[in-house]
């Protein structure tokens, strides 16, 4: 049964890798695909895939968050796996370095300048990791010795951990390196870098270049200490520890920090083989270290590998033109379910998706909506471009994708224009009653006066991500302004919650007439979740409701604004069929033009 499960998704670990998730089961029941993919190892898609094998023949529960059934208890029993100890340090959890109360400032004040910063994008491997995880890898850094004083080299930084390490200087009192150096292709990110450390106290310098070059020669030998969290590949790998061992200083026990996202055993050893090929050695590995905010494939977290010069140590690395990301190495296609109508859809190269973040973005063809469920790897001889459920027989076959986003060494190319989307409709009873399945144990009602402490804080961290600096984020302010919009009317104010427990999301929807027209038209105004292992089934919960409220209303258009940087609230509009419509353009003056 264990190489029939592991057959099916074609899962490299094979038998031992469905044992893995079977004891990870056990162990943390009930468990969320995403809590056993940390546990594991095992990227998200896979882990669900293996569940969706598990379940057909009856060893896990449909009802989520998973639990083995009865079948599957005896099976565990049977296969010796019935223990249930954890031995994993509950203070740190694992990842051996705690931050500190005296850097609680710095955490704080990195998550502000997050919010604000240049947008991560997944098709080159961009995953921001969090602000705890900025922090905890400064702290590595001066456990490790490397800091304080000396040099610091980071190849690619769009985690930003140069401001990490400037911020966490000014929180205790100076700066605690000399030098700090970011090389990165991503004119946004440098400037971000430059304008924000300006006041900070730590010399910060920002070199433009293509890491797909060598370093230029003033760079070359000259730091003490190099950091970089590459494309998960092993190319990228190779190619931007090469360029950390360019610039370190000559001779052994120089320190290289290395982020790096799971993989399974034959890819993790084509890694290790580059880490060897340039005379590295490891001196420590943390796994579940670092933690992304939507690196969904890898359940968000990564290791955390602490390499050492040799005196063998030597980058022969020259210019490089070969493939570098995920996307540029992926070779098959595979099957995922739309779990709102059951349409089976093809992602990967050659599909009409090369990627589960555009079959979201898009939606699904036949239903408009989704969420997606990962099935069976597709074999070569299947893999032909997939037809879209939605056209006729007469239609003409898809049109091959379109050309990638290059990588982030190189400028990339503006998309085209979307086609309308489809009209919204309210889910069919089936659909509906699946979604309240996922978002359990929250359930949606009209808000009222006792919501409004906990609408405060989520309209100010609406606020926050959306304004930054200019954001009116004073939550009492906010419960103020809100309370007295219910005063008028309540309609179209809806809360997520667990029934006698303070509401965990928040959407409000009103309805508006065009002055111009007459027409009558829906507003949508809020959306905010909380932090949940479910977040994305209770946000889709509660934007049902508020489109359901529309539809009662006979309202026939909806409208919204977000703003450019909130990429999470764009995407939710993108899945439930909303096209850009207007662009609001903004012009900073400089202040002695004003007076």
């Not at 390196?177 to 920002?206: C, F, H, M, N, W």
């Not at 919501?451 to 939550?475: C, M, T, Y």
């Not at 009662?552 to 069929?577: D, W």
């Amino acid at each position: 049964m264990l190489t029939e499960v592991a057959d099916a998704v074609r899962l490299q670990e094979g038998p031992p890798g469905v044992r893995s998730v079977l004891r990870a089961l056990r162990r943390l029941a009930p468990a969320s695909t995403k809590d056993i993919s940390r546990a594991t190892g095992l990227p998200v898609p896979i882990v669900a895939a293996l569940g969706n094998e598990l379940r057909r023949r009856g060893l896990l529960t449909e009802q989520r968050p998973s639990r083995l059934t009865p079948a599957g208890l005896d099976l565990v029993a049977r296969l010796g796996m019935d223990l249930t100890l954890d031995a994993t340090c509950t203070t740190c959890d694992g990842r051996e370095l705690v931050v500190p109360e005296v850097l609680d400032e710095a955490v704080r004040r990195l998550r502000a300048i997050m919010e604000t910063g240049p947008a991560a994008d997944m098709a080159i491997d961009q995953s921001h990791c969090t602000p705890e995880t900025k922090v905890r890898r400064v702290l590595a850094l001066l456990t490790a010795g490397a800091l304080p004083g000396g040099s610091l080299l980071l190849i690619g930084d769009d985690d930003l951990i140069s401001l990490a390490v400037a911020v966490v200087g000014d929180v205790l009192g100076g700066p605690i390196v000399e030098r700090v150096t970011v090389v990165d292709i991503s004119p946004e990110i440098l400037a971000y870098v430059q304008k924000v450390s300006a006041g900070l106290g730590t010399r910060v310098e920002t070199v433009e270049h293509d890491l797909r070059r060598p370093l230029p020669a003033d760079l070359h030998g000259g730091f003490d200490v190099a950091m970089t969290d590459p494309p998960y590949t092993p190319e990228g790998a190779r190619l931007f520890l090469s360029r950390a061992v360019e610039g370190l200083r000559p001779g052994p026990a120089h320190s290289v920090f290395f982020s790096f996202g799971g993989k399974s055993p034959d890819e993790m050893l084509e890694v290790q083989r580059e880490i060897m090929a340039l005379g590295l050695v490891t001196n420590g590995y943390i796994r579940n270290f670092n933690e992304y905010e939507g690196s969904g494939i890898l359940g968000g977290v990564g290791f955390f590998q602490h390499l050492l010069t040799t005196t063998s140590t030597a980058s022969r690395q020259g210019d490089y033109g070969g493939p570098l990301y995920t996307g540029d190495k992926r070779t098959r296609q595979r099957e995922y379910t739309c779990v709102a109508c059951a349409a089976e859809l093809r992602v990967g190269p050659g599909a009409r998706w090369t990627s589960v973040a555009a079959l979201r973005a898009d939606g699904c063809p036949q239903c408009g909506k989704g969420p997606f469920r990962p099935g069976r790897l597709v074999s070569v001889e299947e893999e032909t471009p997939a037809a879209d459920p939605t056209a006729s027989p007469a239609s003409a076959p898809n049109a091959p994708p379109a050309e990638g986003p290059a990588p982030s060494t190189a400028p990339t190319q503006a998309s085209t224009p979307t086609s309308p989307r489809p009209s919204w409709h309210p889910p069919a009873p089936e659909a509906r009653a699946a979604l309240a399945e996922r978002a359990q144990p929250y359930l949606t009602r009209q808000a009222d006066e006792r919501d409004l402490p906990a609408i405060g804080e989520f309209e100010a961290e609406i606020a926050r991500v959306s304004f930054g600096e200019d954001a009116v984020d004073d939550p009492a302010r906010w419960a103020s302004r809100l309370g007295r919009a219910m005063e008028k009317s309540k309609e179209g104010m809806i809360v997520a919650h667990r029934p006698g427990e303070p509401a965990v999301g928040w959407c409000w929807v009103s309805i508006n007439q065009n002055a111009m027209t007459g027409d009558r038209y829906a507003n949508f105004r809020s959306l905010a979740v909380a932090p949940l292992d479910n977040r994305a089934d209770v946000a889709e919960l509660l934007l049902t409701a508020g489109l359901e409220f529309c539809v009662a209303n006979g309202i026939t258009e909806v409208v919204g604004r977000v703003h450019v940087g909130n990429v999470p609230m764009r995407t939710v509009y993108r899945k439930f069929g909303f096209d850009p419509a207007t662009l609001t353009m903004k012009l900073r003056l400089a202040e002695e033009s004003a007076r």
